[in-house]
């Protein structure tokens, strides 16, 4: 089945700074979306992006398809962007299931 | 409602007894999915629903793992005979079906097996 690599596994800044979390998928992908965790464990919809660059204030994605990777960006963060980030991608070839990486563990510092 | 709701949000058992955990999806998505997270295996699929057709269980562990859909609507995931390894969160996902394949996710249920 396909694989999802997520680097780096953790991420310690301190608030304000910038991060790039980064996706990896080794096939072709119907769908690709980055996922909050948060600290009770909900999973947030932060992107839909199979494709393309979306922005949503602080936060914005690119999914290269064709090279098979996904970048999240965040600006200026902030102590409640601490969290799991995820990254999960639905195959073009076979069933509907997502598939997850292991996650990038982001923790902002005051 | 506005978003997937799941229930119980905690429940701890005894190892050997069977537990049920509910998921309702969001009202009109037809598809529906379970998957769990743990410790050592991370988030993985179990089963995934879409309207009539038959369920896509290919990710359930063991035969003590099932899940049914009544109505289209809502979904009750069934554990038999728990193990300790059965120890997770049980998160459940519904989407609707059209021009993307965006899922929404529960707050999910936390599982102790004792």
């Known amino acids: 089945g396909i694989q999802v690599e997520q680097s780096p596994p953790d991420l310690i800044l301190q608030e304000g700074a910038n991060s790039t979390l980064r996706c990896n998928f080794s096939?072709?992908?119907?769908?690709l979306q980055w996922f909050h965790q948060n600290p009770w464990g909900q999973l947030i919809n932060l992107f839909y992006i199979p494709s393309g660059t979306k922005q949503n204030g602080r936060l914005s994605a690119t999914t290269v398809a064709t090279e098979r990777y996904s970048l999240l960006y965040i600006s200026s963060s902030q102590t409640t962007d601490s969290g799991v980030y995820f990254c999960a991608v639905l195959s073009n070839f076979g069933n509907e299931k997502l598939t997850f990486g292991t996650g990038t563990r982001l923790t902002i510092i005051p | 409602g506005a978003g997937v709701s799941q229930s119980p949000s905690n429940k701890v058992t005894e190892k050997g007894k069977d537990v049920e955990l509910r998921c309702d999806p969001i009202?009109?998505?037809?598809?529906l999915y379970w998957y769990r997270q743990s410790l050592g295996q991370g988030l993985e699929f179990l089963i995934y629903f879409q309207g009539n057709s038959a369920p896509d269980k290919s990710g359930l562990p063991s035969d003590r793992f099932s899940a049914e859909r009544t109505g289209g609507s809502v979904s009750t995931l069934t554990i038999q005979r728990t193990q300790q390894e059965d120890s997770a969160v049980y998160l459940c996902?519904?989407?609707?079906?059209?021009?993307?394949?965006?899922?929404?996710f529960g707050p999910g249920t936390r599982l102790t097996v004792t």
């Open positions: 996902a519904s989407r609707s079906l059209g021009a993307t394949y965006e899922q929404y």
């Open positions: 096939d072709s992908v119907n769908n």
């Open positions: 009202s009109g998505h037809t598809a």
